[in-house]
């Protein structure tokens, strides 16, 4: 486990953000030392308020890229606009630093990265039916397996850090807190190594960042995407839209049909799909 060798002050950013307790973090399956050569860039909690705090101070402090935090528990685990997300034991929490080489406006070519390796990593490990709903959930049976939240910082026009923030279902509970949620292990009928599902994601994230130029990255999502075609309510910061996901263009925004039949262009929003009878 890193202290300060890899240029971050963990003493600081644990003081502020949690703990680590050793005899926890060996017994874990997600212990550092299961990630073999990617194991000095594992930050592990028992712990902690969000990872997504420890895992700014890190980036800040200028940790190297692919730097990941991961926690047991968290206490204010966040979810999008602003709700909260069931850090409870069993689940897998963890936020990946990024250090991609590109302007602030190409930042959701690593998010939609993110989520189809999240997904190939689970589809390839279990044989999960797992799909992707816009822009970065990962669905299994029309149910939420896991969320994402990013946090981007700039500097003269170059990304100096993108921060993804996952949650996933994998050995928890999730349905008998939260409608609409299911874990590999209900869906599996058996709980499951959450170092392993890391580690496959994190081989696909490796891949997925390598082919980034191709030019095929939302192609690669497309592929995986359960929300074109659907029928959708979008919350955004400012409205809620209703109508019918066509698209997701090569900027990731989300092309909506409205009633009027204009087409509207989403670029941030939380989407629900609709039950095919038409009722959510
Ligand atoms: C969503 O609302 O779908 C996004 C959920 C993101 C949850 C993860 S868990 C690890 C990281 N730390 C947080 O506080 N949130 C993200």
Known sequence: ???????????????RTGKRIPADYEASDLSPARFGA????VHWFAEISSTMDAARELARQGCPHMSLVVAERQREGRGRLARS???REGGLYFTLVTRPLLP???AHLVLFTASV???CAIRGLYGVEAGLKWPNDVLSGGK????MLSELSAEGGRISYLNMGIGVNVNNDPGSTVAGAVSLKNLLGRA??????????L?????????MGDGKVMARWRALAETPGRSVTVATVRETLSGEAIDVDEDGALLLLLADGSVTRVLHGDCFHEAPGGKP
């Open 203 to 211: 081989d696909e994230m490796d891949a997925g960042l390598g082919r």
């Open 1 to 15: 486990m890193p202290d300060k060798s890899d240029g971050c002050d963990m003493e600081a950013a644990e003081a």
């Open 38 to 41: 990617r194991s000095a860039l």
């Open 104 to 106: 602030p406006e190409l």
């Open 117 to 119: 390796s999240l997904c």
């Open 192 to 201: 499951v190594d959450r170092g392993e599902l890391l580690s496959a994601f």
């Open 144 to 147: 939420k397996l896991s969320g």
């Open 85 to 87: 997300w069931d850090s």
